[in-house]
T-cell receptor, first 109, second 115 residues
Framework: GQNIDQPTEMTATEGAIVQINCTYQTSGFNGLFWYQQHAGEAPTFLSYNVLDGLEEKGRFSSFLSRSKGYSYLLLKELQMKDSASYLCAVRDSNYQLIWGAGTKLIIKP | GAVVSQHPSWVICKSGTSVKIECRSLDFQATTMFWYRQFPKQSLMLMATSNEGSKATYEQGVEKDKFLINHASLTLSTLTVTSAHPEDSSFYIC???????????FGQGTRLTVV
């Protein structure tokens, strides 16, 4: 079956760095996405990786290793507003999106 | 976990026809559902927020008469692309928030091709 794994919850300190991991087993691979969702709001797109390596976008970076079925989202210089859920999703060979359950990130002062 | 199902998974239609996409929350009730469109550069664009029993709230630049949204029940929202044109070909995704909760769950998406 198809499966996306990511930690349920993580806690980090304001100003620090946190890495949220995502491992996947899917039928084919056509890209991996990261989304941020604040409580009660619509999820927003953060990043997209289709080739191995690191994609940097400001304080957020996303890494992909297709051979390992692994990705991570790196958040630097954490701010209180970064407290949210972070969802990992993989697009499979049928172009369907397989979603992880999300990681709730708690930022403490 | 909560499951959001979209139907159909993919559809091909002729230019000028209308296509309806369904978004269902299978094991929970969703007061709020969101509809997204995925552009070629891979980012998701929020099209509208759908609240059960009321009119959808459309994002700026989204034609509400072209993309009709109906959220008639707590488990179903539909997006109808009216008078579809080739430029409407895209990947449409919905997500839903369970009533009384704050976490959103995504559907698997619908690939629309207009020929």
């Amino acid at each position: 079956g198809q499966n996306i794994d990511q930690p349920t919850e993580m806690t980090a300190t304001e100003g620090a760095i946190v890495q949220i991991n995502c491992t996947y087993q899917t039928s084919g691979f056509n890209g991996l996405f990261w989304y941020q969702q604040h409580a009660g709001e619509a999820p927003t797109f953060l990043s997209y990786n289709v080739l191995d390596g690191l994609e940097e976008k400001g304080r957020f970076s996303s890494f992909l290793s297709r051979s390992k079925g692994y990705s991570y989202l790196l958040l630097k210089e954490l701010q209180m507003k970064d407290s949210a859920s972070y969802l990992c999703a993989v697009r499979d060979s049928n172009y369907q999106l397989i979603w992880g359950a999300g990681t709730k990130l708690i930022i403490k002062p | 976990g909560a499951v959001v199902s979209q139907h159909p998974s993919w559809v091909i239609c002729k230019s000028g026809t209308s296509v309806k996409i369904e978004c269902r929350s299978l094991d929970f009730q969703a007061t709020t559902m969101f509809w997204y469109r995925q552009f070629p550069k891979q980012s998701l664009m929020l099209m509208a927020t759908s609240n059960e029993g009321s009119k959808a709230t459309y994002e700026q630049g989204v034609e509400k008469d072209k993309f009709l949204i109906n959220h008639a029940s707590l488990t179903l929202s539909t997006l109808t692309v009216t008078s579809a044109h080739p430029e409407d070909s895209s990947f449409y995704i919905c997500s839903a928030i369970e009533t009384g909760h704050t976490e959103a769950f995504f559907g698997q998406g619908t690939r629309l091709t207009v020929v």
